[in-house]
């Protein structure tokens, strides 16, 4: 054996070792050696779910961190059904969830909650969806709900049709097969959207559910159906709008105009829509009204909800999950929400309302 | 090499009948002009579109395989014109894996070193960044310790089984582990993953549990059949005539396959060992569900969550914030320190091969 | 002293060394089966609801469990054993080349190359299947159904997005072929030197040398690397979720934007959104996958002992 040809690279990796082992540079307890005498939360608040709030929920785990450095919140984006699920078996103290409790759900146990308590759901996050597509030499477009639906679901297979014509005199649509591009993937982003073709449209002949219903381009997840959008021919897809990046969006006819997504009026049709009827008085579960005519609303919009405990099995644990949803549902947290995961922020009314519940909550 | 032998009727010249040494280099580029040109001419005559540089390697290629064989078998013989055409098929088979690997290292490197060039990169956690920054430390180490983990129980168990298999197995149980093991490498990650959660929720009754060690289980339930598999098929080929020596100077068995067997085929069944890690390491699924998702540190593989680099790079896909280049590249980037962990994992375990490996043969 | 020592030595005597070895190694080949047994045991009974679920339990029109999982079959194996087609020449070319074609000195490193390619995670075939492969296959897609539409396999209309089950192939192919590659490449170099010294010198060319003693030598070794990679092609996840465009149908054409998706993809897709028995389906679908890899490996090793006269080994 030769030695000096093994020294250097074990050298290197004990140097490696070393640099590894050290913390992380921005990690410890530097934040509380400023005016941290106000925090007194500690522990860890695991919860997961809809993987739409999570890079919304980075940023406010990130936020809520450094003004409790002793807390750690861990958020598993691993999608609302399991976000559900874990939550149900007292696994996780909150869940992330794109659909609020089912009448089933409800009549069951929660695992983490005070014995013979119920859960309840709070809107959390708001977020417009955006139809995108990828057409040479098309930057605008104007679409209905019925032309939409037809797209989707396989009756217009070509841009030059006459009925999107129609509706954008101006464009010069080419003559290109449509790839209409759906998630693959169950995802409350697609019962939205289908939720939103079938109320508003009357070509669909679906009813809303979180699997695509018809056949078509499937995609996996937001980033999938946005890169399957861009590196595409002739292609269209739905998606969060805050992924949309460059690509172009679709406006949709709302009463007599065509509106584009803004994260106004993704608020304004939330805070203009009614709570689901016959649910506890609490449960601040909304009935999007996607059928709206006011111009002012753009109704194809996404709520997701976390779901809390009204009282907490471990009362510690209570105290952090109310100290961090009030935090997320917050003027501040919507706020940071809409900087760094493009959401729109909760109308002041609903933002107190869900703050009222959540300090009974224990 | 010198082999070539000249069946036909022996000519003065040791060259006679033998196609001129350089000569297949030439034919080679000669068909790549060909196809070139074929390629400007259908251009200029406006018969297809475009000049295409993979095109003319491609079909210039398949002209050089035609010629050489048909030149070699006018001047050489059948027999010599095979070896020919099979040298180089054989040659375009290893050139054609290039293309893919060539591929997908430069989108990884050129899309992953921004980001894998800022200094936080290696030195901090994701703890507390929303946006640009931050860092793999957590996931390097977390990936370093959960797939150590595996290895260390999967190795021990593979390669006692593959001993068994080899050395003393002979009856029922031995032909019921090869069959299983076979059976065992279609497991799907994913379902290995949802054992080892459903095992351990049920072993400490915590049906939200995630910790690091849950995950090394997951992947030793896949990595197990691998080394079985190729260290089984690396021992079956040493010599008998090794083993019949070493017991023939009274060695016990044991010894035999301690000191002969294992040595003989080192450097095989660390090949197999470095493919069965390399097979885990960049595991999701499986990772996800049971090992969790965290921002911060934790160097504890027993208790709570812990971040691994393959869920690192899909959740920085998955959940993009507004800012979505910034998350992009650090999944490119964490790919491509998953890649060179690999690398270095395999360089260091070659070393050791060549050191334990006895010198002899090739 | 030298007749009756070596007479109890010959007869095996039972050293406490030998005893702990090879107990080891049968707890541990046994400990492998308790694994799978639990592994199938947790499979089974999770996916019992599920042979019995309702039809309204499962989404799009099927009804029940077989009607469901039918497709996904036929897409996992379809997928595999394309990707395999792809890849079992090429590796085997490979591994050649590396053990008998490359000079030696540069054998080493080329082999170091094409593991690499097994380094590279999943995830990181998705993005490039996604942003790199499919959009550069998508123009030979449809040249390929304007010249060869009339051939079933490859009728359109072609996919928008260069996202079908032949993308899906190529990158299971380039995904198994260094596990293939591998194993391959260590079998050919373990050829008895002699049986290729003894084919040369009888004047055999060198592939004739490689066709008459290396690859009969190595053919058992080809077909268990083979089956590795039919393995982790079928048991692959990830990367098939991210790149292919599914739909729940048995589909042959292979370049349509609707293409048959398989087991493992299926769960990654749906199982975060599944709740109570969807849950068990798609666990029930695992199960399933289960047994494919078992008729699969069956057939192989029948393919296997039929051949078994040729085994070089020992």
């Known amino acids: ?362 | 090499m010198s082999t070539d032998t000249i069946i036909r009727p022996i000519t003065n010249s040791l060259t006679a009948g033998k196609l001129p040494k350089r000569s297949p280099l030439w034919i080679l580029l000669a068909s790549w002009v060909v196809a070139g040109a074929v390629f400007l001419v259908l251009q200029v005559t406006e018969v297809a579109d475009g000049f295409n540089v993979i095109g003319t390697i491609v079909f210039g290629t398949v002209i050089y395989l035609i010629a050489i064989y048909l030149l070699s078998r006018m001047v050489e013989g059948a027999r010599q014109a095979k070896d020919r055409l099979m040298t180089a098929l054989v040659a375009s088979a290893f050139i054609i894996s290039l293309v893919p690997l060539g591929s997908i290292i430069i989108t990884t490197v050129t899309n992953g070193l921004p980001a894998f060039l800022t200094p936080s990169f290696f030195n901090s956690s994701m703890r507390n960044v929303v946006g640009e920054g931050g860092g793999v430390l957590h996931a390097i180490t977390g990936t370093l310790l959960v797939t150590g983990m595996a290895t260390l129980i999967s190795v021990p168990i593979g390669l006692l089984s593959a001993i068994y298999l080899t050395e003393y197995g002979t009856g029922r149980l031995a032909r019921a582990i090869t069959f299983f093991v076979d059976v065992m490498t279609g497991i799907p990650s994913i379902v290995a993953g949802l054992f080892a959660f459903a095992l351990f929720a049920l072993l400490f009754n915590d049906p939200g549990i995630r910790f690091g060690f849950g995950g090394s289980i997951a992947l030793a339930v896949l990595m197990i059949p691998v080394v079985v598999r190729s260290s089984e098929e690396m021992l079956k080929l040493v010599p008998n005539e090794l083993r019949e020596a070493a017991y023939a100077l009274g060695v016990p068995k044991w010894l035999t396959i301690m000191k002969v067997v294992l040595p003989t085929s080192v450097a095989g069944i660390v090949t197999g060992v470095m493919l069965s890690i390399a097979r885990v390491i960049g595991e999701t699924a499986p990772l996800l569900i049971i090992a969790g998702f965290t921002a911060s540190m934790n160097y504890d593989l027993f208790s709570e969550r812990m971040m691994t680099l393959p869920v690192f790079v899909y959740n920085q896909y998955v959940s993009q914030g507004v800012d979505s280049q910034a998350y992009v590249d650090r999944a490119w980037a964490g790919a491509l320190t998953l890649i060179l962990i690999v690398m270095v994992l395999n360089l260091a375990a070659r070393l050791i091969a060549r050191i334990f490996s006895p010198k002899f043969g090739r | 002293m030298t007749t009756t020592v070596a007479a109890t030595t010959i007869k095996a005597r039972q050293r406490p060394g030998d005893r702990v070895f090879s107990t080891a190694t049968v707890v541990s080949g046994s400990l492998i089966l308790a694994v799978l047994a639990a592994v199938a045991l947790f499979l089974l009974v999770e996916s019992l609801p599920a042979f019995v679920a309702e039809a309204d339990a499962f989404s799009g029109e099927t009804n029940n469990f077989m009607e469901y999982v039918g497709p996904l079959v036929f897409g996992t194996v379809w997928a595999a054993i394309l990707a395999l087609l792809m890849a079992v020449p090429v590796a085997i070319g490979i591994a050649l080349f590396i053990s008998h074609f490359a000079p030696r000195k540069l054998a080493q490193g080329l082999g170091y190359l094409i593991d690499l390619l097994a380094a590279v995670p999943s995830v990181v075939f998705g993005l490039w299947g996604i942003t790199v492969l499919a959009p550069l296959v998508r123009p030979f897609y449809v040249t390929l159904t304007e010249w060869f539409g009339w051939f079933p396999l490859f009728e359109g209309p072609v996919s928008g997005t260069g996202r079908t089950i032949l993308t899906v192939a190529v990158v299971l192919a380039v995904m198994i072929l260094p596990i293939i590659t591998a194993i391959c490449r260590e079998i050919f170099l373990q050829t008895p030197l002699l049986h290729e010294e003894a084919a040369l010198a009888l004047g055999a060319t060198r592939w004739e040398m490689i066709s008459m003693a290396v690859l009969p030598f190595g053919r058992p070794g080809i077909i268990s690397a083979s089956m590795l990679g039919l393995g982790r092609a079928l048991g692959e996840t990830m990367a098939v979720a991210m790149v292919l465009s599914p739909s729940a149908e048995v589909i042959f054409q292979l370049l349509t934007a609707e293409n048959p998706t398989t087991i493992a993809a299926n769960i990654a897709l749906n199982f975060p959104e599944a709740h109570g028995v969807g849950v068990n389906i798609l666990l029930a679908t695992g199960l399933i996958l289960f047994l494919v890899t078992l008729v699969v490996n069956m057939i192989a090793r029948v393919i296997i002992n039929s051949r078994k006269a040729f085994s070089g080994a020992n």
Not at chain 1, 20 to 32: I, V, W
Not at chain 1, 167 to 180: H, K, M, R, V, Y
Not at chain 1, 195 to 222: I, K, M, V
Not at chain 1, 273 to 287: I, N, W
Request: hydrophobic share 45%.
């Open chain 1, 1 to 362: 054996m030769n030695f000096k040809r093994f020294g250097r690279p074990a050298a290197i990796a004990f140097v490696a070792v070393i640099a590894l082992s050290s913390c992380a540079a921005n990690e410890g307890d530097t934040a509380s050696t400023g005016d941290g005498a106000e925090s007194t939360l500690t522990g860890t608040l695991n919860a997961g779910g809809a993987s739409s709030q999570g890079a919304a929920q980075e940023a406010w785990a990130a936020a809520f961190q450094i003004a409790n450095p002793d807390v750690t919140i861990n958020y598993d984006p691993s999608g609302s059904g399991a976000g559900r699920e874990a939550f149900i078996a007292g696994g996780s103290g909150f869940a992330g969830s794109d659909s609020y409790l089912s009448e089933e759900e409800l009549a069951g146990e929660f695992g983490a909650c005070a014995p013979d308590t119920l859960a309840v759901d709070l809107p959390v996050y708001i977020s417009p969806i955006a139809v995108i597509f990828n057409v040479e030499g098309v930057d605008e477009l104007n679409l209905d709900a019925d032309t939409l639906a037809s797209i989707f679901n396989g009756t217009i297979t070509n841009w030059n049709d006459a009925a999107i014509v129609a509706l954008n005199p101006d464009a010069t649509l080419p003559d290109l097969a449509i790839a209409a591009v759906h998630r693959s993937d169950d995802s409350g982003t697609t019962e939205n959207f289908t939720d939103y073709l079938a109320q508003a449209s009357t070509t669909w002949g679906e009813e809303a559910s979180d699997t695509f219903p018809f056949g078509g381009e499937g995609a996996q997840g937001t980033s999938g159906v946005v890169s399957a959008v861009t590196n595409g021919v002739g292609t269209i897809g739905y998606a969060d709008a805050s992924q949309v990046n460059d690509l172009s969006t679709v406006a949709l006819k709302v009463g007599d105009e065509f509106v584009a997504y803004t994260p106004e009026a993704a608020a304004e049709v939330v805070a203009g829509s009614p709570l689901v009827e016959g649910r506890a008085a609490d449960d601040l579960a909304l009935d999007l009204n996607r059928q709206t005519t006011n111009p002012e609303e753009y109704p194809l919009v996404l709520v997701s909800y976390a779901i809390v405990c009204n009282e907490y099995a471990d009362a510690e644990q209570g105290e952090l999950v109310n100290a961090y949803v009030t935090y997320m549902a917050s003027e501040a947290g919507q706020a940071v929400a809409e900087e760094s995961a493009g959401i729109a922020p909760l109308s002041a009314e609903l933002s107190e309302n869900v703050a009222s519940i959540l300090a009974t909550v224990k």
